[in-house]
């Protein structure tokens, strides 16, 4: 309830600074200090479940491998393993084929190569179809990406597939909307979904939502050429011409030169 007046003289001329005069619902009267403590304890409290949640989003994303299994389209996706752990997924998800994202030179040379060898090892076939998280991809990129995954899609033992690169939120997620729409059949929205933060710890502001900005861009020529609906594979060969600067166009995989 609200307290009608102040029956008891609480509220009074001459009452202390720190009284700010003011009766809240309770009938209790406030003090900037009361005010002050309630503050301070809100934002120790909200910043203390904001740096939870930070944790929690760098350690899914960056300090774990972030392995999530689709048997139903015959696909596994994560972040870059360490042999050992590569080593128990492909025995725990009957993994044979791994596409890695990643890059093989550089900072990345050491763990191609010992991924590489750990395939080799295991009887598993391994793809490179490298990609950027940072920006949009290039078609020469996806050119590659579609090679591999209709290599992989064309042959049953092939499947399951392992699909990585870093951590596994960004470029693995467009790879398996890719995998999952237009070799599995998913319906697009329910494949969309691969890219999301909820599970995958996708990030769709930054550099990395240069991913989500991909989708955008096919999703709003979906939206002005509805009939006939082309695939994602379909509407890169045609109409995505975003390419490294310099590097000259080549025929897709169906022998065809198309140009913008």
Aim: charged share 25%.
């Amino acid at each position: 309830m609200v307290a009608p007046a102040d029956p008891d003289g609480i509220v009074r001329a001459g009452a202390p600074a720190r009284v700010d005069h003011t009766i809240d619902a309770w009938g209790y009267v406030m003090t900037v200090t009361d005010r002050r403590r309630a503050l301070v304890g809100w934002l120790f409290f909200g910043g203390g479940f904001l740096l939870v949640l930070v944790l929690a989003f760098l350690l899914v994303r960056f300090g774990g491998y972030n392995k999530h299994a689709n048997a139903a389209a015959n696909m596994v996706r994560s972040g870059e393993m360490e042999p050992a752990i590569l080593a128990d997924a492909v025995r725990q998800h009957n993994i044979r084929s791994v596409v890695r994202l990643v890059g093989t030179d550089g900072a990345d040379a050491e763990s191609y190569r010992r991924e590489a060898e750990a395939c080799r090892e295991l009887g598993v076939r391994h793809y490179v179809a490298k990609m950027a998280a940072t920006r949009l991809p290039w078609r020469s990129e996806l050119r590659r990406l579609f090679e591999v995954l209709d290599e992989i899609a064309a042959d049953p033992s092939l499947q399951p597939v392992l699909i990585h690169c870093s951590a596994g939120s960004d470029r693995t997620g467009l790879a398996s909307v890719i995998w999952m729409h237009d070799y599995k059949g998913v319906p697009y929205a329910e494949a969309r979904r691969q890219l999301a933060w909820d599970r995958y710890m996708h990030v769709r502001f930054g550099a990395a939502g240069e991913m989500t900005d991909f989708l955008s861009m096919y999703e709003a020529y979906l939206a002005e050429n509805p009939r006939p609906r082309l695939n994602i594979g379909q509407w890169v060969a045609r109409h995505y011409f975003v390419e490294k600067p310099g590097r000259q166009p080549e025929p897709w995989l169906d022998g065809t030169l198309y140009r913008p």
